[in-house]
């Protein structure tokens, strides 16, 4: 078994060091948050995922997880370092790199003063090129020693889905990997040898363009479904039912995932990385049309149910989820939480119910409305009860899926204004005072 240290405990780290320590590794956690530290080493969670706290509390309590301020002892305790830090988009688009450099550099100083071999591996998603520009030369500047002799370097995209991480964590679809080293190739095989994927061992800058390719792909899938969407409306057909049976068409590869006509993407990974991609092609003169094309056309969704809301007239919104996705209390480029911000500019009176949100806070998670950078006073404006959101609203704005409130939403559609986003039921169709947003 492996000794691993975790440099941020974020959303990629913390499952990642939780899954390890599960799988038998000695896992030190790292971060420079205190509150994040403390968190993990009373087996808590920092964040809402599903499965993810009793994962936690079982490897803290068997010795296998802990948390540590110190970035020196964590790499004298440990074999390979995964960084696993954000790369949040700069102000001109471009992937922002500065807490991957900070980490860099700090590995690399607490490297120089450790004896014997050590590896460096990069989790966080980086356009092509980053390792061999900015990682190494920043590690080899820190330690005084060269990569791939001296020291290991390696990049391990993750592909982890927020609500069903864990499973995809032990079910992935894609495992992919770059090092320079065979040390460090080595201990990624042994990581991923039990899992049921094949293992795609690729130059780093191969491994660093398929997790663009991979989050832009997604991106792209997810705005064509859109547009067609609004095409087909536009002309009495159902939207949802066109992209149904074009998927059904397996024989070109054609995966249902994200192909289903609705609102627009968000979180962490898609609009960043697809900022990045245009920026990189920018820089290399090469045309991205369909890229520049895919953020307006997500922006004019948000548009269209802002456009949507506009015309049912009321003055008060209650909205049903205001994350990124259903399953997390993500906020980080939530389309929801930026039509909610626009609604509540415009003046309207807006609630919000969204359960996993309501959990983080009611909890004290030290993670408690992470993303959310619009002006919304979250706390304030969450409502705990589906039913009160409902008897106090005068237009209903349906975002996220919640099974338990599915038939109450059902119900309400005949006989309160309702602008959805989701579809609540598979054969609704836009009619008087409901108004789906591609069907």
């Known amino acids: 078994m492996a000794r691993i240290s975790v440099f941020g405990i974020g959303y990629v780290g913390v499952v990642a060091a939780a899954c390890l320590a599960k799988d038998g590794h000695e896992v030190v956690a790292v971060d420079i948050d205190p509150a994040k530290v403390d968190t993990i080493n009373r087996g808590k969670t920092p964040i809402v995922e599903k499965g993810l706290e009793p994962l936690i509390e079982m490897t803290v309590a068997s010795g296998k997880l802990r948390a540590t301020l110190d970035i020196d002892e964590a790499i004298a305790a440990t074999d390979l370092s995964f960084v696993c830090v954000g790369t949040p988009s700069a102000p001109d688009g471009s992937v922002g790199l500065t807490y991957v450099i ?53 990049y391990y995209p993750e592909f ?54 991979s989050n832009s792909w997604r991106a792209v899938k997810v705005t064509f479904a859109n547009e ?38 968000g979180g962490s990974c898609l609009p960043k990385d697809v900022r990045a991609l245009r920026h990189l092609a920018k820089e290399a003169h090469v045309e991205s049309a369909l890229l520049d094309a895919v953020l307006e056309a997500n ?80 706390k304030n404006r969450l409502v705990e009860e589906l039913n009160d959101l409902i008897d106090t609203s005068d237009v209903i704005l349906v975002g996220n899926h919640y099974a338990e409130a599915m038939p109450a939403l059902q119900k309400s559609s005949d006989t309160i204004p309702m602008v959805d986003l989701l579809r609540i039921s598979p054969g609704i169709r836009s009619s008087g005072t409901y108004q789906g947003i591609c069907w």
């Open 228 to 265: 067609i969407g609004n095409i087909a409306k536009a002309c009495g057909v159902d939207g949802q039912q066109v992209m149904k049976i074009l998927c059904s068409d397996l024989k070109v590869n054609i995966s249902p995932y994200f192909m289903r006509p609705g609102f627009a993407f």
């Open 299 to 378: 922006e004019a969704q948000i548009d269209r149910a802002e456009t949507m809301v506009s015309q049912m007239g009321g003055q008060t919104i209650g909205m049903v989820g205001i994350s990124f996705k259903t399953g997390t209390d993500d906020l980080r480029e939530s389309p929801l939480a930026s039509l909610a911000s626009r609604l509540i500019d415009k003046g309207y009176d807006l609630k919000i119910y969204d359960p996993f949100v309501q959990q983080a806070y009611a909890e004290g998670m030290s993670g408690a409305g992470r993303g959310n950078d619009t002006a919304i006073d979250l």
């Open 102 to 154: 900070k980490a860099c550099e700090a590995i690399g100083a607490a490297i120089a003063r450790k004896d014997g071999f050590h590896s460096v591996v990069v989790r966080s998603t980086i356009v092509p090129g980053t390792m061999d520009k900015v990682c190494i030369p920043a590690l080899e500047a820190a330690t005084g020693m060269i990569a791939g002799k001296d020291f290991g370097v390696g």
């Open 160 to 213: 982890l889905r927020e609500s069903t991480a864990i499973e995809d964590y032990y079910d992935p679809g894609l495992i992919v990997f770059g090092a320079i080293d065979e040390k460090t190739d080595a201990i990624l095989h042994e990581i991923n040898s039990g899992l049921p994927c094949v293992c795609h061992s690729v130059p780093l800058a191969t491994a660093e363009m398929i997790k663009y390719t």
